[in-house]
């Protein structure tokens, strides 16, 4: 596991004020929910009720994800969700699943962080 100093570093340096966080929760527990989160099933949840257009479902797993994203404080990611709520709004599955793939493309940076030697 990376040196935890190096590891608040490089996430806050991508916008997760990680100094709140750990304030809030303790290091440990703050680590283990961001970590647990940017891993976790409601991405994926996501991902598969905009394939399916089932809108309603969609904005309400963006809005639970969101409120997770404003407790751990990952300001950078929570920049995508106005222009998530755009494309429901559209109903445009193609832009939805544009926004998501950046989303993805941001939650690998920071297991990538999360899991460095």
Known sequence: MADRTVQIKKLEQFGICVSEGIE???EEQYFKELEQFVRGQEFLRLGQTVTR???SAARM???RIGQTMERLRMQSMKKFLPQLQNTFVRKNTAQAKNVLALMTQRRV????ILTEA
Do not use: D, K, L, V
Request: proline letters at 0%.
């Open 24 to 26: 809030q929760f303790g």
């Open 53 to 55: 257009g089932q809108w």
């Open 61 to 63: 797993t963006m809005r």
């Open 109 to 112: 940076q920071i297991i990538r």
